[in-house]
Every structure is written in C-alpha cells, then in structure tokens.
C-alpha cells in the first residue's frame, strides 16, 4: 500500500490567489513527522514545512501552512498569495516511528499563471 | 546558510563503468542519507548511514552500491557497474540528528548509455 497518496498530479493557481495541494499518509505508528519538499524545474529538492504527529498546531512557514487533519489522514500544503517563483513539483513525504527513511509521494505539479 | 552540496551536477557513463558520486553533507549533521529519482517519478530511498556504518537500506540498494565516508567531510556513492536502469538523479540527504529535518544536495544527474 502507498504510504503517500497526492492524488493531484498537477494544478494551475492565477498569481497571488491560494493553492491546497492535497496529502494523505498511510501509518499504523502513532509516532511519525510529515514533511513538504519543492522541486523546481533546476531540479533541487528545497524543504518547506514540517508537521510531527503530536503537535498540537499547524505548522506554518511565512507563505506556506500545513492542514494537519489527524483523523482523516491529511496533510494538505497550503501556498497563500502564490507568485511565479512557486511553479515547481511539490512533494509530501514521511518519516514513520523511529525509521530513518522518508517515503515520498508521487508529487503535485502546480503552474502559476500571471 | 550551510547546505549540501553535490559533485558532479551531471554525469554520463557507460554500462558496466563504475561511478562515484560525491556529497558534502552540513557539517554538523550526523545523519547521511541517498535517494534517487528516476525521471518523472517519485523520490526513493536508498540508503541511510550514520556513525560510520550503514544503519537502513532499501532493496533497491544491492551489492552494486555501496556508501563510504572516507574522510570528516565527504559521503560517497558507489555504483560498481552501472546499469541502464541506474539513470536516475541522485540525491544525497543530511540531518543533524534523528527524526529532525533532512536536506537535500542538488543532486547529480547520472545517464548510463
């Protein structure tokens, strides 16, 4: 079973407006940390939030906000007032338990539109 | 602000030639880590190091590959023989301790003919 799910394999935003990128996870550990990742087209991997299983508040990182929806399996990336810089393919990933690895997503595509 | 860096950015080799990427992970990080991303497909794990030995790896990494620190800053990858299948981008991984963040290098993109 996929232990990331991004069911949204790309997404066009106008400039400035919102985007959610969509996120759900598959774990029996109740200890585990949620990760999103950037990659632009120059094809680097740049860290952009962090959520851990037992925090109490979203995550949020200037521009981007993690939906941290616990019960439901979700970890939805929020982009607010998107600019033309945040075209890239967004990646979830996890980390379960005690387990060094992350296992990532297929990735979302977002396109901002100016 | 200290990041990872990766050397080659790019690298084409022959079938059956033996490569070695190299990765200078953030110098206080402790845990090291390689991934590699085949073309338009997901992020996949490799292998994880950590105190000079080799703490997880994923069924991908078979003897062909291989992981050395050989020095205080460095942190190899080794493909023995490479393989058409092995053109991938691949990505080294740093964290300063466990269950922290993990940040990547800007990966070298490797083509096998």
Known sequence: AQKITQTQPGM???????????????????????????????????????QGSYDQQNATEGRYSLNFQKARKSANLVISASQLGDSAMYFCAMREGSDYKLSFGAGTTVTVRA | EPEVTQTPSHQVTQMGQEVILRCVPISNHLYFYWYRQILGQKVEFLVSFYNNEISEKSEIFDDQFSVERPDGSNFTLKIR??????SAMYFCASEKGAEETQYFGPGTRLLVL
């Open chain 2, 81 to 86: 023989s490479t393989k058409l299948e092995d």
């Open chain 1, 12 to 50: 066009f935003v106008q400039e400035k407006e919102a985007v959610t990128l969509d996120c759900t996870y598959d774990t029996s550990d109740p200890s585990y940390g949620l990760f999103w990742y950037k990659q632009p087209s120059s094809g680097e991997m740049i860290f952009l939030i962090y």
